[in-house]
Nanobody, 116 residues
């Protein structure tokens, strides 16, 4: 499975961005998918996950929405009301299962920078 993340950029606080992660190889519709992020000097952290249901880290709940289009083999992360603390490199990944950690299949990361 290969994952290609895109959609990052520079945005002002309060703004929005939509990240995409296109998958190739494997059976995308059967995968649990997730988004993670890593800020400078911090460990990588879980952001959101989806298979048929969605779940989120408390820090983004109510602001971020994960979704998928199985026909396009793509998972999305809609980010609204962005805060400077959301600044990080965002990665998509195939998860081991609902509520579980990532497999070894990761996208390359896309930078999100939120200015105050």
């Amino acid at each position: 499975v290969q994952l290609q993340a895109s959609g990052g950029g520079l945005v002002q606080a309060g703004g929005s961005l939509r990240l995409s992660c296109a998958a190739s190889g494997g059976t995308f519709s059967s995968y649990n998918m997730g988004w993670f992020r890593q800020a400078p000097g911090k460990e990588r952290e879980f952001v959101a996950g989806i298979k048929w249901i969605t779940y989120y880290a408390d820090s983004v709940k109510g602001r971020f929405t994960i979704s998928r289009d199985n026909a396009k083999n793509t998972v999305y992360l809609e980010m609204n009301s962005l805060k400077p603390e959301d600044t990080a490199v965002y990665y998509c990944a195939v998860l081991k299962g609902y509520g579980l950690g990532p497999t070894d299949y990761w996208g390359q990361g896309t930078q999100v920078t939120v200015s105050s």
